[in-house]
């Protein structure tokens, strides 16, 4: 099956993550492709550098993804529980595209897995 039902993150935002990638100057951690702080813009949304527009891909609270973020920044695992329907896939999904520019890196379980059960 080579059909596919939508474009892939980094596929749909690819001049956004360009346009961050481009003005970074930041610290990026081995493997990533944004540092941490355009990651957070990417997620949360904003201006780049040449004026391109960064739609917000979550929101919600800007810390809780600054704390995901930073999770992931600093070479821990990064665990996303809660109620069907809160965009733990969506904002899984984003954050490897705006970390690897490659959003299929994404770990999913279905519902009625708990935490004791995935560790």
């Known amino acids: ?8 993150a980094e596929e749909s935002y690819a001049g956004e993550l360009k346009a961050l990638a481009a003005e ?7 493997g990533w ?7 957070v813009t990417y997620l949360m949304g904003g201006t780049a550098a ?3 527009l960064i739609t917000p891909k979550y929101v919600g609270s800007r810390a809780l993804m600054e704390t995901a973020v930073a999770t992931l920044a600093t ?4 665990l996303l529980l809660g109620m069907p329907g809160t965009a733990k896939s ?14 299929t890196l994404v770990i999913q379980f279905p519902a009625g897995i708990d935490a ?4």
């Open 90 to 103: 969506w904002v899984s999904e984003h954050l490897a595209a705006a970390i690897t520019w490659d959003s």
């Open 50 to 52: 040449d004026g391109t």
């Open 1 to 8: 099956m080579t059909e596919r039902l939508r474009l892939l």
């Open 116 to 119: 004791t059960q995935i560790r």
């Open 24 to 30: 970074d100057t930041g610290h990026k951690p081995l």
């Open 75 to 78: 070479d821990r695992a990064l």
């Open 33 to 39: 492709i944004l540092s941490p702080r355009q990651v």
